[in-house]
């Protein structure tokens, strides 16, 4: 395999912070660049690259879409039910529910959502 040598200019503070997170992590700028490149050349697409803001914003979003899946759980059901198109206790969904009821099928949800959640909180 035949090797280049890449020059490029950054901030000379900018480079100092990068080489010690990279030393802890037990990599070099060399090695982040083959991976970089490997990850270009291998996917043909540019990695995902956020800022902080862009990284908040994309979990705000996040979270408020989970919010509103939280809000409108059993809405349909609420709302027939008010206008007398179906008992309370009826389930609307007969057999497709496989033996669980709505509230089953919701507090599985509310666990998937929670450990998305935590997950998340985790960074993972």
Request: hydrophobic share 40%.
């Amino acid at each position: 395999m035949t090797t280049v040598q890449m020059n490029v200019r950054i901030d000379a503070q900018l480079k100092a912070t990068v080489d010690d997170v990279l030393r802890r992590n037990g990599a070099s700028a060399s090695d982040m660049i083959r991976s970089v490149w490997s990850y270009i050349a291998d996917r043909q697409q540019l990695p995902l690259l956020e800022t902080t803001a862009e990284e908040e914003a994309r979990q705000r979003q996040r979270l408020r879409k989970l919010a509103l899946i939280d809000e409108s759980a059993g809405y349909a059901q609420k709302e027939l039910a008010q206008v007398g198109a179906i008992d309370a206790s009826d389930d609307p969904f007969g057999d497709l529910l496989d033996d669980e009821s709505p509230s089953d099928i919701g507090d599985a949800m509310y666990g998937q959502r929670l450990d998305e959640y935590l997950a998340m909180e985790r960074g993972e």
